[in-house]
């Protein structure tokens, strides 16, 4: 680098080219959204047979290929916009210092050296004369430096010094230009793509790869953004996101989408833009290192006899097998089933009418998290968030998608032409077992905050000219983290409904922070953990929301057992349709109940 190339170089020339490359990516997202969304959708909801079938799959590589374009042009952008930043401050501080040394009266050579003019006391009936110096070993080394700092004040000429000065701070600037060239230029040539047409899990682990490679050289860009706010508040968050331009918008979801797809009081469109990057970069490489694991051995079990009886045990190959690889194939396989029912629900989306799905949270670490929308909460009239209970994983969400989305189609005909969406929240650490784990109240109070953080959120990114309507549905231990986020904050909702419930924290309906007549309840005939609740676990008698007592609206259920409350076609679920709607006059209730029946 040299001070011709650095005076001749243009920032603003890579910042337009950015641009372009921002808007080649915003128009790719549009693509995708018009190709899953729109056209894709229309197929579902109208045509069968194998035509269509064929076209759907199509239509699904073209709609992955335009994902892949909008996430890799995103990433030049702003590999584009961070090597501007860096040049740009190295030219900065260039034109100041040939700024400072024209205006001291020397002269700056092309090979960066400085000329000084004579000057100082005069020595010998002379005034010492100028020179030439150039940019000094001082500018890495500390030894160098004392000892050039201990020369300028020994030189009879003070322009000496100057000069000295000038010429380090140019030398400084051209060595930074040179290190932001030599630190992008392998960045930039990795953001290129294979010639092919299909996006694979290699070009998806790429894509992660680069994200990375980018954000290691970006960090002094990223950093000069506006941050956002420490454990902000959704208002804070979302005034953050307002206030950033379109450039900074695009470099924080192009390096930092995991960031960005966890802040509540983001809009929904923006979360689920950034964790569709998560999730399908997530998935490449999880699938991608499945695949390098040895298949579990097909001779798992053998017999042997002990004390003259036959045992089956497994194989020493089994044995080895599990020590090495067992705990993250098991991971793995699990993730990636969950994964798998997440993307089927993106792939539904116009099946029976059913709306675009938005991904508003997503992590893979323990136990999974997800937290999936039928529809756009932010447009809606009503909203429905649905907290599932003990079990809840990621490898389990698609049943609790499913809930959600037969929740959807039962309110849609009830919402008198309203818009409804209804949202999975597996947003916390759900016990693992109903006897071992379910009796401790910590995974509920460990989860509430997220859980009353959603709710705000909700609140505050929705666009819609009214307040929606919000209801939020827990079912089994699900219940018991609704009630612990009441009792500990507040219950940003409407209406409560729970299913099945073991207890929730608090004795009384009142007590859930919403307005009074607005808890719901069900419990249907053979479903045994209301019972667990009710009694404890030590015989005690605890209230629960099944008993009259707790003043809950007891609502009629004609399913069986703790799983059925969500069944097609049911009357438990035609009353949760109400309550999400509004329409709680139209609910069908239980007969006041024999107050003792409860406890025979």
Request: glycine fraction near 10%; include cysteine.
């Amino acid at each position: 680098m040299d001070i011709a190339t650095l005076k001749a170089l243009k920032p603003s020339e890579y910042e337009e080219a950015a641009d372009g490359y921002r808007a080649t990516s915003e128009m790719a997202s549009t693509a995708k959204d018009t190709v899953e969304n729109r056209i894709s959708a229309g197929i579902r909801n109208r045509l069968k047979g194998e035509t269509a079938d064929a076209a759907l799959r199509e239509l699904k590589e073209l709609g992955k290929d335009f994902h892949y374009v909008q996430t890799e042009c995103a990433l030049v952008s702003t590999a584009l916009n961070g090597f501007a930043h860096d040049m740009a401050a190295a030219k900065r501080k260039l034109e100041a210092a040939l700024a400072d040394a024209e205006a001291a009266g020397c002269t700056v050579g092309a090979d960066g050296s400085v000329t000084f003019p004579a000057g100082g006391t005069e020595v010998d009936g002379k005034v010492p004369e100028g020179g030439t110096v150039s940019a000094s070993a001082s500018l890495t080394d500390p030894t160098a430096d004392a000892i050039e700092q201990q020369a300028i004040h020994q030189h009879p000429n003070p322009n000496f010094g100057k000069a000295i000065g000038f010429a380090n701070r140019i030398g400084d600037a051209l060595q930074e230009a040179a290190a932001a060239d030599a630190k992008w230029a392998p960045k930039l040539r990795a953001l290129k793509a294979d010639d092919d047409l299909v996006v694979s899990d290699r070009d998806w682990s790429d894509a992660r790869s680069d994200q990375d490679g980018v954000s290691e050289a970006g960090k002094t860009y990223l950093d000069s953004l506006p941050q956002p706010p420490q454990d902000g508040s959704p208002q804070d968050n979302a005034a953050w996101w307002k206030n950033l331009s379109d450039e900074e918008r695009a470099a924080w979801l192009s390096l930092r989408p995991d960031a960005v797809g966890s802040l509540d009081g983001l809009p929904s469109t923006v979360r689920d833009e950034a964790n569709r990057v998560v999730f399908d970069e997530t998935r490449a490489r999880q699938q991608m290192e499945l695949d390098s694991i040895p298949k579990p051995p097909a001779n798992e079990w053998t017999w042997i006899t002990a004390g003259g009886y036959p045992s089956k045990v497994h194989t020493d190959e089994w044995m080895e097998w599990s020590r090495k690889y067992g705990d993250r194939y098991d991971f793995l396989t699990k993730s990636l089933h969950g994964m798998q029912d997440i993307q089927k629900r993106f792939d539904a989306t116009g099946t029976n009418g059913l709306p675009e799905a938005y991904l508003l949270g997503f992590s893979t670490e323990g136990d999974g998290r997800a937290i999936i929308a039928n529809g756009n909460p932010d447009t809606a009239d009503h909203q429905a968030v649905y907290v599932p209970g003990t079990k809840s994983d990621l490898n389990s969400i698609g049943g609790n998608i499913d809930r959600m989305v037969n929740l959807w189609g039962e309110a849609r005909n009830e919402a008198d032409g309203k818009t409804v969406s209804t949202i999975t929240w597996l947003g916390y650490d759900a016990p693992d077992d109903v006897v071992k784990d379910a009796p401790f109240e910590h995974y509920a109070y460990d989860g509430a905050p997220a859980f009353t953080r959603f709710l705000d959120g909700l609140e505050t990114s929705h666009t819609g000219d009214t307040p929606p309507h919000r209801t939020v549905i827990g079912h089994s231990y699900g219940t018991t983290l609704i009630g612990a986020a009441a009792q500990k904050g507040t219950l940003n909702a409407d209406d409560v409904v729970l299913a099945g419930s073991p207890g929730v924290k608090v004795s009384h309906a009142a007590e859930l922070d919403v307005p009074q007549g607005h808890v719901w309840n069900e419990e249907a005939d053979g479903d045994p953990v209301p019972d667990i609740g009710r009694w404890g676990h030590g015989g005690d008698w605890f209230v629960i929301p099944s008993d009259p007592e707790f003043g809950a609206h007891q609502m009629t259920t004609d399913t069986q057992g703790h799983s059925g409350y969500w069944n097609p076609g049911s009357d438990s679920l035609k009353n949760q349709a109400y309550v999400v709607t509004g329409h709680g006059d139209d609910v069908q209730l239980k007969p006041p109940p024999d107050y003792w029946a409860h406890v025979k």
